[in-house]
């Protein structure tokens, strides 16, 4: 967590818990689950842009934008969804190889690289979940 404070400001943190106080358990997971963490904001975009930027819609939107990108980037999201099924397939087939008693070691190996790629594009967004919990209990 002290991490975060690094590049948090007092804003960003006062907004970043604000959202959280305000967003169901069951939007937070869909919007994790769909690597789409904007659509957390829209729920709560008029209390936001009500309660910190003088009801000015635009500059809390920006705002927010720029306070989640430093968590996953649209980027990061799409490709970890991508990476995400992949890994799904791979899963599969190697079960299916293995039930047959085939050779898996390529799918593997494959496997095990895209793994390692998503990890590393969620290792902020694990800190977001985290924040997350942090913020609502």
Request: net charge positive.
């Amino acid at each position: 967590m002290k991490m975060l404070a690094i590049y948090l400001n007092e804003k960003q943190l006062d907004v970043l818990k604000y959202i959280f106080q305000n967003t169901s358990i069951e939007v937070f997971n869909y919007a994790v689950k769909n690597y789409n963490i904007q659509r957390i904001y829209t729920l709560v975009e008029n209390g936001v842009s009500v309660n910190f930027f003088s009801n000015d819609k635009l500059r809390a939107s920006v705002f927010v934008a720029e306070l989640f990108n430093l968590f996953q980037t649209e980027y990061q999201g799409l490709r970890a969804k991508e990476i995400k099924t992949n890994m799904d397939k791979l899963e599969r087939l190697i079960k299916f190889r293995m039930s047959c008693k085939r050779s898996y070691y390529n799918e593997l190996r494959t496997f095990n690289e895209f793994r390692d790629e998503y990890n590393l594009l969620n290792v902020r967004f694990s800190e977001f979940r985290k924040l997350y919990k942090k913020y609502k209990s």
